[in-house]
C-alpha cells in the first residue's frame, strides 16, 4: 500500500499517532510518506490534536482511494488499534524535533475530570499504566512524557524509579498534580535527571498554596526557574472580567512569593478580555516580570 500522513496541527511538535501508524505500516511493507498533491495514495491518515479554535479543518484530498481521520480534534472516540498503539514510533518522520528525544505515555488517564480538560472523558477517570518505558525509549538522552496525571497511577513509584534509572533528562510536558505529592515520592522526583518540574494551578476556587509550599519544603528546590506553574486564566463561568483578573494574579502573585515561576495559560484566548491578555505578557516575559512585580504598574508599551 502506498500511506500519506497529514499531520493537521503544525510540525511544531511530533504526532505520535501518526509516528506510530508509519512504523506499523513500514513493518508491513507498505510505503509511508508525508501527503503530496502530486502522488495517487491507497489511504490517507488525517490527524488533528486541537479543535477548529486552533486547528482549522483542512480540505479532504481526492488523490486517494480512503482517507482515515483521527484525534481529539475530530472527536474523542477514536482510538490506535492496541497493536499500533504498542509499536516502537518511527522517529524519521520529525527528525529536526525528534533528534536524541523519545515521546510517550506511560500512563493514561485522569481522576480530576477537570470541566475545560477532555483526558478524563477520553480516557476515563483513573489513571492507569499503559506502557513501560521500554517500550518507547531506546536510550535517547531526552524523555518527553506526555501522561496527563502520572502520580495518581498506583504504580508511580515504580515509573518515577525507571525514569530515574534511565538517566535521560525528563521533561514532564503536561505538569505533575502538586496535590499527589509527598515525601516518598519527591525523594525519587529528586533522583530524575529534569532541568524543570512543571505542576498546574488552574482553578482559581481552588486553594493550593500549602501543597506548593509542602513542596518547595520536601524537595529543597531554591532556583525558581526549576519549578514552574501554569496559571490558566479566562476561565470561570458567572465570573465578572475583573474577578478572573483579580483570581490570576491572586495565584500569579501567590506562586512567586513562594518562590516558583508561574506561566499564564489562556482558555478562549480569541475572546479573552484584553487585561487577562496583558496580563500574560507581563507574567510570561520573565524580563518583565522580574523588573515589575506590579501589573498594575505594566507598561504595555514598554514591555
Known amino acids: 500500500m502506498h500511506i500519506g500522513l497529514i499531520d493537521a496541527d503544525s510540525h511544531h511538535f511530533p504526532n ?84 536524541e528525544t523519545a515521546y510517550g505515555f506511560l500512563t493514561r488517564g485522569c481522576p480530576r ?16 499504566k499503559v506502557a513501560d518505558l521500554s517500550e518507547w525509549w531506546y536510550g535517547q538522552k531526552y524523555i518527553k512524557l506526555l501522561d496527563p496525571n502520572l ?13 530515574a534509572d534511565s538517566g535521560a533528562w525528563v521533561d514532564f510536558t503536561q505538569g505533575l498534580d502538586v496535590r499527589l505529592t509527598n515525601a516518598r515520592n519527591v525523594e525519587l522526583i529528586r533522583c530524575i535527571r529534569t532541568k524543570n518540574i512543571h505542576f498546574a494551578w488552574d482553578n482559581p476556587a481552588q486553594d493550593l498554596t500549602e501543597h506548593f509550599q509542602q513542596f518547595k519544603d520536601l524537595s529543597g528546590i ?50 479573552a478580555p484584553r487585561a487577562i491578555r496583558l496580563v500574560q505578557r507581563w507574567c510570561n516575559n520573565r524580563l518583565v516580570f522580574g523588573a515589575e512585580p506590579d501589573f498594575y504598574k505594566f507598561d504595555p508599551k514598554r514591555g
Open 16 to 99: 505520535l499517532a501518526l509516528m506510530k501508524l508509519s512504523a506499523w505500516h513500514k513493518a508491513r511493507g507498505d510505503t509511508v510518506e508525508w501527503w503530496s498533491g502530486f502522488s495517487q495514495y491507497d489511504r490517507v491518515y488525517i490527524s488533528k490534536v486541537f479543535d477548529e479554535t486552533y486547528s482549522p479543518d483542512i480540505l479532504e484530498p481526492v488523490n486517494t482511494r480512503e482517507i482515515i481521520k483521527g484525534g481529539t480534534g475530530y472527536g474523542l472516540d477514536n482510538r490506535l488499534p492496541d497493536e499500533v498503539e504498542h509499536v516502537y514510533p518511527d522517529y524519521s518522520l520529525y527528525p529536526k524535533l525528534t533528534k
Open 151 to 163: 502520580l495518581a497511577c498506583p504504580e508511580h513509584m515504580d515509573l518515577l524509579g525507571k525514569l
Open 113 to 128: 475530570a477537570c470541566s475545560f480538560c477532555i483526558v478524563a472523558e477520553k480516557e476515563g477517570r483513573a489513571s492507569k
Open 222 to 271: 531554591k532556583d525558581y526557574r526549576k519549578l514552574g506553574v501554569y496559571v490558566l486564566t479566562n476561565y470561570g463561568d458567572g465570573e465578572t472580567p475583573e474577578e478572573k483578573l483579580e483570581n490570576a494574579l491572586r495565584r500569579i502573585n501567590t506562586l512567586r512569593d513562594l518562590g516558583y515561576s508561574p506561566y499564564v495559560m489562556i482558555y478562549d484566548k480569541p475572546h
